[in-house]
């Protein structure tokens, strides 16, 4: 991220539909995307894929991401005005990375990338508040990890939201 000049923020979509099977029990889906692109001169050689793209290059790089989950939740405390439970559920990671060498002091042009797909599972909590007849606040916390072979990582997310309860049994966050 910080060899290839990737802005330390930026803006993202997401959204969630939550669906109230019984009085403990719910389905949430959720969608995130976040398309992220840069274009830098690199400061030190960077092996990526089948190239070594050398120092003081000029590469454009994208990283293309898309997450939808899908997660159980079981309300451990269920009552009127509030809800507080466990999720369980899993992460499908489509992402696409790439970078690109454009031709300014060296004598090729070449770029290198690939897409992946991963399913990745998670646990964690989740409360909700009702405001009103229609409004509420929604907020989870969720862990996941991942290693393969020597590489390893792990992901806490979390968000507080406010939810419309569209019906009974559907909200959207």
Known sequence: ENDLGFSKSTVSFTGSIDWKISRRSRLNFEYFYLNRTTTKTLQKNIDFGEHTYPANASVSAFFDNQILRVAYGYAILSKPKYEAGLLIGAHILLGD?????????????????????????DIGIWGQFALGKRFGLYTNINY?????NNISGSIVSYNLSVLYNITGNFSIV
């Open 97 to 121: 990375v790439g970078l690109r060498l454009t031709a300014n002091n060296v004598s090729a042009e070449f770029k290198d990338n690939f897409d992946f797909t991963a399913p990745l599972p």
């Open 144 to 148: 996941l990890s991942l290693n393969i």
